[in-house]
């Protein structure tokens, strides 16, 4: 999500710190008097985690946050994002809890994001199953395929798109934090409208595709909303083949990410993130590998560069700051090409603030810087990576 800086929340905070002192003051005149808190310190209340919370029920339970936001494209909105914790039968502690993540977002020029993320653990861990569903009708940039293209700003083409994409998997352990199973993929994009439609490259608007594969994940992160320790290694292999409906955009792809957490120093984590995405075959033009996004070198316009392939690796220095805030610091940079030759270096840095709204729940505002002066604010729920 672009530049959504929550501001109201900010104010309301700062309003609410101011009214807690104030409550502070009120109850040392009065002695013994009972004061009820007001409006604003039960709203503090809300957004200040418990930090002497049992660890046991650290994770578990529903957090919400959201406000308006602006951007240039999108306009005036209201976003909305939403965290659940929760354990199935057998799951209890110390095992992490499940995780179901949950976004939503509407404007003034017609943007809708809907999206949902669940990382469900189940029966003692012996069995995962992950899923992911989004809705988007958005108004977007798009500067055609490949980075040559993704570098030109005459290219900038104004475009308005439906997406639908779903995915799931079914995991089983093979070994200690050694998990696989099938998967399943289905999406669906739509071009409503594009400025400039020989950037598509005499592919069609509508493009629907389904894929099935497996996945391999090998996971030892003590918490998946904030690691601070462990591995995690993810491999997901799909075939999207001219016979299950994908017509003439019949290709394989092979997603791979690994990242690795440790302890810098007193407060201090140093994450570590490798991302690679290769499709082959002719993918079309919404499913090729895309650069940018919440998540994956933030700062860059989600699609502006697109292309078979993919490359990326980032370090992160997250530091503790005082109670529930924190910092974050990374650095950047990888590639989008579809051969050897057509390989150019995309830088990426940034930097960001953590607000630990509910124990081991970070709400989280990056600011990125991509190539050429590019860069975004970022708002989310739980860590990027």
Known sequence: MRNKLLIVVTILAVFAHVAGAQDTVAVAVQD???????FFKKFLGYLTPDLNVDETKASTGLSVIGGPHYDS????GVGVAASYGYRLRGCDSPLQPSLLSITADVTTAKFLSVGARNVMIIGGDSKRMNSSFRLEY?????????YANGKQDS???FMRQLRMEFNTDFLFRL?????AGPYV????NKVDSIEKPHLLEGQAKHQRNYGVGFTV??????????????IYIHLNQVFFPRFLWNGNQNFTRTDFRFSIYNKAWRDAIIACDVRAM???GSPSWATMAQWGGSTNMRGYYMGRYRDNCMMNATIELRQHLWRWLGAVAWLGGGTVFHDSHSMHFLPNVGVGLRWAFRKHVNIRLDYGFGRAGESAFIFGINEAF
Do not use: C, Q
């Open 155 to 157: 290219n900038k083409s």
């Open 138 to 146: 958005k108004p977007i940039n798009f500067w055609g395929v490949g």
């Open 217 to 230: 994940d090998y996971d030892t992160r003590d918490y998946i909303s904030e690691p601070t320790r462990g």
């Open 278 to 280: 290769f499709n082959y």
């Open 175 to 179: 070994a200690n934090g050694l998990f």
């Open 32 to 38: 013994s008097a009972v004061v009820k808190p007001g």
């Open 73 to 76: 494209m999108t306009r005036f």
């Open 185 to 188: 993929h289905w999406e669906y």
